[in-house]
């Protein structure tokens, strides 16, 4: 395995023993599950729509494909961005943090070319 291939798995490893990151992750993971049914309910939307707008919402990409058309399912957008984004963002570079640190603590290899 190459070396950038195994310092991600083993940050990998070592974020999933962190409590914090673990934290962190299962929060906007719940976030985004419980929005997912939300649009599912309010919109009217196929649960496979909602999750994936869910997604493209709390991550800022918003392809623009799906739009809640109802007055509770925009006002709940914005809540979920203002509240959301927060969190995914502190997930993500805690998950980041974990994984990158992981660089510092692997010895260097003697024989490298």
């Not at 649960?47 to 709390?58: E, G, K, N, Q, R």
């Not at 995914?88 to 490298?112: C, H, W």
């Amino acid at each position: 395995m190459s070396h950038p291939l195994r310092l991600l798995f083993l940050g990998l490893r070592s974020a999933s023993r962190d409590r914090y990151v673990r934290g962190l992750l299962a929060l906007a993971f719940t976030i985004i599950g419980l929005a997912a049914l939300f649009y599912a309910i309010v919109e009217d939307w196929p649960y496979l729509d909602a999750l994936y707008f869910s997604v493209m919402t709390i991550a800022t990409v918003g392809y623009g494909d799906l739009a809640p058309v109802t007055t509770i399912g925009r006002l709940f957008t914005i809540a979920y961005v203002l509240v959301g984004l927060g969190i995914f963002i502190a997930a993500a570079s805690a998950l980041a943090a974990a994984i990158l640190s992981q660089s510092d603590v692997e010895p260097q290899d003697q024989d490298r070319e």
